[in-house]
């Protein structure tokens, strides 16, 4: 019989790699709780309508990447592809903004897109992301992209690049998207396929293109930011002596659009040289339109997700895991001895230790030398003697050091054990 496999452009997180993804959560946990983001779950899968109303049906996640099938119901449902849509109809449906002022939200957890998988690219992969809902100040803005940069450099990730851009709003857009299209229609025809078929639907994207003679078009193409109105200009121009204050560096870059049709006014990406063709770890911005296109009130929003495969890519480079290690391994013979054990076990962990109960059954030798794999400080020894003396044996395994305590006094005993002997 086949064996069954993973599906293709997913992965198994194994117990080997899950220190990182632990350290990463943690790390996120408390950067953004330390700048009074509070996390929510939303659920995994959501109304196809939102996603399509949401992120914009002319945009790829939604016109190529969507995970979409009919339920027994037969409702259109989708895997959510990315986490604003569903963080923005939960704040409405659930009135968030009743709250008064500015919610501030994150959240992490896997995503879906129907994608070509390859090195930091699935169809299953994991974001961090974080929204700022109720303020239009740039300072928002501001925030938003200082505490994504905190939490990268918490994180240790060096030589990434913060590229900054303004789309301007609607009607800066609508104002650009009209010279945009006038400069590029003459070269249509040598435009790659996408582009070409982007050039009615959505244009500004044409400037995101991996393709090397549709960039070569674009290079002379007008920018964005001469088409900005004045007051968008002196918006823009607020992030950034945000971003100078903070000490935070960034280029500009007129090019940088995003994929979604919801941004307003600033566009950032954060990208690492150490990813090859995936460079891309932080992607977000400004979208003020998204929570009244979905039936809420008007409300500004800032935000961004960052892809935590991507992250952990970077992190394996600089930091090798250490080996987890138990503080206690027991090792037993014999009937009664073996019984002892769980129980011993179970009151070192009562007295906050980490322990690990050899199974085995095989010599002692050898129950030995698995603690010392294990990396154990100590290990607790029941034989026959100990079963009937209700005792057990202590060995600290650096200065070999024995002690012989009584099982009814060992949870006492192992409270106050020398910490000294724990360190390795
Ligand atoms: P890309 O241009 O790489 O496809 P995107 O613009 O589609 O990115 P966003 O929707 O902005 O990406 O998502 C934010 C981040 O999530 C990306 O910068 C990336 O780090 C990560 N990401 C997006 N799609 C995937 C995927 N299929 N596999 C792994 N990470 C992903
Ligand atoms: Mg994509």
């Known amino acids: 019989m ?22 990463l959560e943690a790390t996120a946990q408390q950067i953004l ?30 016109g190529k990447e969507m995970y979409t099938f009919s339920d027994r119901g037969d409702r259109s449902i989708t895997l959510r592809p990315e986490g604003t849509a569903g963080a923005v109809r939960s704040f409405i449906e659930n009135k968030l903004y009743g709250t008064g002022g500015i919610q501030r939200l994150w959240y992490s957890g896997p995503m879906f897109r129907y994608e070509r998988p390859q090195a930091g690219r699935q169809r299953q992969f ?114 950034q002596q945000g971003l100078a204050a903070l000490g935070i560096d960034y280029t500009l870059d007129n090019r940088l659009v995003r994929g979604l049709d919801y941004y307003t006014h600033t566009a950032f ?13 932080c992607g977000g ?22 892809g935590m495969e991507r ?22 013979r014999g009937n009664q001895a073996e019984i002892q054990a769980l129980s011993v076990a179970q009151i070192l962990r009562q007295a906050g230790y980490s322990v690990e109960v050899d199974l085995s059954g095989s010599a002692f030798g050898k129950q030995f030398k698995r603690g010392d794999r294990a990396g154990a400080k100590a290990c607790a ?17 650096k200065s070999g050091e024995q002690t012989e305590i009584s099982q009814s006094n060992l949870l006492e005993t192992a409270k106050s054990f020398d910490g000294n002997k724990f360190k390795s």
């Open 126 to 239: 994991h974001q961090i992301g974080a929204e700022v809902f109720g303020s239009a100040d740039p300072r928002a803005d501001v925030e938003a992209i200082a505490v994504a940069v905190n939490l990268l450099s918490a994180l240790g990730l060096k030589s990434l690049k913060l590229a900054l851009n303004s789309v301007g709003d609607r009607e800066d857009r609508q104002r650009y998207r009209e010279k945009l299209v006038a400069y590029l229609t003459p070269y249509k025809d040598e435009l790659d396929p996408d582009s070409k078929d982007r050039l009615t639907r959505n244009p500004l994207r044409i400037l995101d293109t991996k393709v090397e003679r549709t960039q070569e078009i674009c290079v002379d193409a007008p920018s964005i930011v001469d088409a900005l109105s004045p007051d968008s200009a002196e918006r823009f121009e607020r992030v």
């Open 381 to 397: 020894i029941l034989g026959d003697a100990e079963a009937d003396n209700n005792t057990v044996q202590i060995k600290w395994l």
């Open 269 to 281: 990406e954060i990208q690492s040289d150490d990813l090859g063709a995936q460079a891309t770890v």
């Open 285 to 306: 911005g400004r979208y003020d339109g998204l929570v009244s296109e979905l039936g809420g009130p008007e409300t500004s929003a800032v935000g961004w997700a960052m």
């Open 311 to 332: 992250l952990i890519l970077l992190l394996q480079e600089i930091q090798p895991l250490s080996e987890p290690s138990v503080d206690f391994y027991v090792v037993s």
């Open 2 to 23: 086949s064996t069954i496999q993973a599906l293709r452009g997913t992965k198994d997180i194994l117990p080997t790699d899950i220190g990182y993804w632990q350290h």
């Open 33 to 62: 709780g330390q700048a009074a983001f509070r996390e929510i779950r939303t659920p995994m899968f959501e109304q196809t309508d939102l996603f399509a109303r949401g992120i914009g049906e002319a945009t790829d996640v939604v």
